[in-house]
């Protein structure tokens, strides 16, 4: 338990146990006018004391405020972070690599596997149904330039990576 804690337990002890006396005292005053004559007597002739009981009400309340401002004070976690030291899963990639293109295309591209190889270079690995020759080159470099650029805005990697696409039939 941490000392705030304790030090504000031991507080609301004390706040408890001296309303409980001064509920008691009041009750009892009701009970026995001797005590309210009583309690009334030393108001009058030692007004001092109930200065000394006031003062003491303000500390203790003065004093709960403050542990409960530290107690319930919002925390902040700050983090520092160097470029390039992070590390990512392959499947966090891969995710991101096959959610981007299904919608480029459907139903026509999957991502089979990402890893990454000892140079610290990327291999993408996707099957895709067979596409028109005649466009194939373009489409090939559409889809690496779409690779990269969501590497780049999404992971932050500028490095080289390597496609391989297996056309199906």
């Known amino acids: 338990m941490r000392t ?11 706040v408890l146990i001296l309303t409980i006396l001064l509920g008691s005292i009041f009750s009892l005053g009701y009970i026995y006018p001797d005590i309210m ?3 009334v007597k030393m108001i009058i002739e030692k ?15 003065f004093l709960l405020f403050i542990t409960f401002y530290l107690m ?8 520092e972070m160097s470029p390039n030291i992070s590390q990512i899963d392959t499947k966090v990639i891969k995710s991101y690599i096959e959610k981007h293109l299904k919608k480029m295309y459907p139903k026509k591209l999957t991502v089979s596997k990402v890893e990454i190889l000892s140079n610290n270079k990327l291999e ?3 099957t895709m149904k067979k596409i028109d020759p005649s466009s194939q080159e373009d489409v090939l470099i559409n889809i690496e330039e779409k690779i990269g650029k969501l ?5 932050n990697y500028r490095k080289e990576f390597i496609l391989t696409l297996n056309l199906k039939k």
Not at 151 to 155: D, P, R
């Open 124 to 126: 993408i690995v996707a």
């Open 47 to 61: 007004p001092e004391s109930v200065l000394k009981i006031g003062l003491i009400f303000l500390s203790l309340s």
């Open 37 to 39: 004559d009583a309690f």
């Open 4 to 14: 705030i804690n304790v030090l504000l337990s031991a507080i609301h002890l004390m």
């Open 151 to 155: 590497l780049l805005e999404h992971l």
């Open 72 to 79: 319930h004070r919002k925390k902040y976690f700050n983090v």
